[in-house]
């Protein structure tokens, strides 16, 4: 059960800082300074950009997989239409980044 308490001063700036910190987390305030303290892993939320990314890279697992079971089955003109489609994908997320 938690029910001891730290209390400690910082000037404004700190302040601000800390609070940068902590909302890039996503913790609470008690978490991130526990997890500060005892040297355990802080992980930034991701960011929008980053769920989306995450989300595509799954798209194309997903058609890789797809291809890869084609494959198996012999079905080449499946193996190029999925090929295309994972190729066409790719192309269209690439060009974001220009």
Do not use: W
Not at 19 to 43: A, V
Not at 68 to 94: P, Q
């Amino acid at each position: 059960m938690k029910n001891k308490e730290f209390r400690f001063r910082v000037s404004p700036l700190e302040h601000q800082i800390i609070k940068n910190k902590i909302s890039k987390t996503g913790l609470s305030i008690s978490e991130f300074m526990r997890r500060l303290s005892l040297e355990l892993e802080l992980k930034n939320k991701l960011t929008d950009d980053e769920v989306e990314c995450y989300k595509n890279l799954s798209k194309f697992a997903d058609n890789f997989r797809r291809i890869s079971n084609l494959f198996k089955l012999g079905d080449v003109t499946g193996v190029k239409n999925e090929t295309m489609e994972a190729s066409r994908l790719i192309k269209e997320h690439l060009e974001k980044l220009r």
